[in-house]
Structure formats: structure tokens, C-alpha cells
């Protein structure tokens, strides 16, 4: 059965880091792309970064120098480390699989549940 799975989402003060994890099973995340969302309340999903099976990275601009993807194929888990976060970084944030490198989430088929990223002091 496909699944996403994503963790590492917490409290964490402004000027912080958490790195958030999404463990796939079911495939291979590998052959896809992966993209990383976020929405935060009020607001529309919107797209973050995502990492291409080639391994080519398309970044937000409202996060690029902040946010990066990367993938362990071993451990089947794509991550996303967050620096320097911001209280407007407070999301729920959401791993999907898709085909192309897009940060559009129509172009995202599979999703996980969510985990929640709250920046405060």
C-alpha cells in the first residue's frame, strides 16, 4: 500500500531549525518526485521544495537559503531541513509524490497527512 509518512514537525523559537522527514512505503521514492508543502492557516496549500528523481531541487523563493531537500534512498525518506525559521514559517507541512518538477500541487497525486511546524517565541 502506498503511503507517506512525515515527522519531525514541532515547537521551535524563531532563528531555529527542525529537520522533518517523509518515510515512504509501498514504492520507491526514488523514481518520483518528491515535493514538500505547507499551509498555514488561512491560506492555500502552497509549494515549498521539491527533489526531482534526478536529484535536481526547485526551491520557493520564500525559503531558498532556509530550506533544504535532500534523500536517502537507503532509508527511503526524503528530508527537509528548515534554518533560520520564521514565525511565518508556522504551517502544517506536507510531503507528495509526483512525476514532474513542479511546485504547483495539482502536479502531486499522493500525499501524507501532515505534520505540524509552529515558530514562536
Known amino acids: 500500500q502506498l503511503q507517506l509518512l512525515e515527522s519531525g514537525g514541532g515547537l521551535v523559537q524563531p532563528g531555529g531549525s527542525l529537520r522533518l522527514s517523509c518515510t515512504a512505503s509501498?514504492?520507491?521514492?526514488?523514481?518520483?518526485?518528491i515535493g514538500w508543502f505547507r499551509r498555514a492557516p488561512g491560506k492555500e496549500r502552497e509549494g515549498v521544495v521539491c527533489?526531482?528523481?534526478?536529484?535536481?531541487?526547485n526551491t520557493a523563493d520564500s525559503v531558498k537559503g532556509r530550506f533544504i531537500i535532500s534523500r536517502d534512498n537507503a532509508k527511503n525518506t526524503v528530508y527537509l531541513q528548515m534554518n533560520s525559521l520564521k514565525p511565518e514559517d508556522t504551517a502544517v507541512y506536507y510531503c507528495a509524490r509526483g512525476d514532474v518538477n513542479s511546485l504547483t500541487k495539482e502536479a502531486y497525486r499522493n500525499w501524507g497527512q501532515g505534520t505540524q511546524v509552529t515558530v514562536s517565541s
Open positions: 527533489i526531482t528523481r534526478s536529484g535536481t531541487t
Open positions: 509501498g514504492f520507491s521514492l526514488r523514481y518520483w518526485t
